[in-house]
């Protein structure tokens, strides 16, 4: 007689028995897989990067419900100035290059694959202070409305403020900011 594991057998092998997988994330791990599972994928990425020495390139990859996936890249010496992500979250990876990231608390360098988690009011300032160009991701729960400015801290203008929450609502699935116009991470 067979028991009920032996007639179901192994359940990894039959995946009619497995729960169904979420077409989208929607939790923080879940948000960070996706960065992962996308950074794991060059194909998907690697030839849309484009490099813009007057002002850092981004492109937004994809959307989903309640969450938005952007491309940047830096060349040597662009940085986004101190800023915080409004009432997002976000997971933040570096795909290519360097960054550097500065807080209240110090600073810290990352390099290809690491990732870290931000919260809603989390600021920082995030610079290519390398001699090679970096390329990162970004996903954004909810996507990304308001992205203020901290100009006390990084002295930049406030006017970068409004640049990737605008771009985030345009159209255009590609866009390039102006230099005056910097952008965000
Ligand atoms: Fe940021």
Do not use: K
């Amino acid at each position: 007689m067979n028991s009920d594991v032996q007639i179901a057998g192994d359940w990894l092998d039959i995946p009619h028995l497995l729960p169904p997988v979420p077409a989208h994330p929607s939790t923080v791990s879940g948000f960070a897989r996706l960065a992962r599972t996308i950074a794991a994928d060059r194909a998907s990425w690697s030839p849309l990067v484009d490099y813009d020495a007057t002002s850092r390139w981004y492109h937004r990859l994809r959307t989903g419900p309640g969450y938005e996936v952007w491309l940047l890249s830096w060349v040597p010496g662009q940085g986004s100035g101190a800023h915080d992500h409004g009432r997002s979250s976000g997971v933040f990876t570096v795909l290519r290059g360097r960054l550097t990231e500065r807080t209240a608390y110090g600073q810290r360098t990352l390099g290809p694959g690491a990732q870290h988690v931000i919260a809603p009011g989390y600021a920082h300032d995030v610079v290519n202070d390398s001699l090679e160009p970096a390329v990162s991701l970004h996903v954004y729960f909810p996507g990304l409305t308001d992205m203020p400015f901290h100009p006390g801290r990084s002295g930049r203008s406030a006017a970068s403020d409004a640049v990737l929450a605008a771009t985030a609502h345009a159209p255009e699935q590609r866009s390039t900011a102006t230099a005056a116009l910097g952008g965000g991470n």
